[in-house]
T-cell receptor
Framework: GAGVSQTPSNKVTEKGKYVELRCDPI?????LYWYRQSLGQGPEFLIY????????DSGLPNDRFFAVRPEGSVSTLKIQRTERGDSAVYLC?????????????FGPGTRLTVT | AQKVTQAQTEISVVEKEDVTLDCVYE???????LFWYKQPPSGELVFLIR??????QNEISGRYSWNFQKSTSSFNFTITASQVVDSAVYFC?????????????FGQGTRLTINP
């Protein structure tokens, strides 16, 4: 079956602009995660959704970052007033249910470059 | 606080050599999970293994084996008879097991290059 898909694969934007990154999880997966991976680093957790609600948003770096999952499937990560430090690969993962018992399947990521 | 340390930034070996990737973790929880993921050049993270903190048995899957030692807070990964296709960045990760704690905490990764 289809895996986790993310669009766009690459996004270049100017400092100060607004961007939206989209994640399509595996069908039927109730849990969805966003991570951010800077060059040469491991992924860092941003936010976790169980269904439509954000169950843990402790990893969002500041209030410029926001994510939604209105129908419990597709999720959008929104970044306002982008800064050069936001440049990274944004990874989305989904799992059948929440919790470490369930494997997280990762998408290919969106590479965001802020110029 | 949770922390995962992969001290080896890069490893380069010749094909058919055995190679061990080190992972040391820190957590205050008595129950937790440990993971290894592979990130090939394509960029997509691929799940390799999950281990519960109560299960210290070593595991072998083909050329891959994992050595979990709670006494030293380590979860090392060995590839036997390495192949060029094993070239990738490998990440060790930790997750708490308590209700509501779902996130993975990753190490910095080890870039493994297998030379023909």
């Amino acid at each position: 079956g289809a895996g986790v898909s993310q669009t766009p694969s690459n996004k270049v934007t100017e400092k100060g602009k607004y961007v939206e990154l989209r994640c399509d999880p595996i069908s039927g997966h109730t849990a969805l995660y966003w991570y951010r991976q800077s060059l040469g680093q491991g992924p860092e957790f941003l936010i976790y959704f169980q269904g439509t609600g954000a169950a843990d948003d402790s990893g969002l770096p500041n209030d410029r970052f926001f994510a939604v999952r209105p129908e419990g499937s597709v999720s959008t990560l929104k970044i306002q007033r982008t800064e050069r430090g936001d440049s990274a690969v944004y990874l989305c993962a989904s799992s059948l249910k929440g919790g470490p018992n369930y494997e997280q399947y990762f998408g290919p990521g969106t590479r965001l470059t802020v110029t | 606080a949770q922390k995962v340390t992969q001290a080896q930034t890069e490893i380069s070996v010749v094909e058919k050599e055995d190679v061990t990737l080190d992972c040391v973790y820190e957590t205050r929880d008595t129950t937790y999970y440990l993971f290894w993921y592979k990130q090939p050049p394509s960029g997509e993270l691929v799940f390799l293994i999950r281990r519960n903190s109560f299960d210290e048995q070593n595991e072998i899957s083909g050329r891959y084996s994992w050595n979990f030692q709670k006494s030293t807070s380590s979860f090392n990964f060995t590839i036997t008879a390495s192949q060029v296709v094993d070239s990738a960045v490998y990440f060790c990760a930790l997750s708490e097991a308590r209700q509501g704690a779902q996130k993975l905490v990753f190490g910095q990764g080890t870039r493994l290059t297998i030379n023909p």
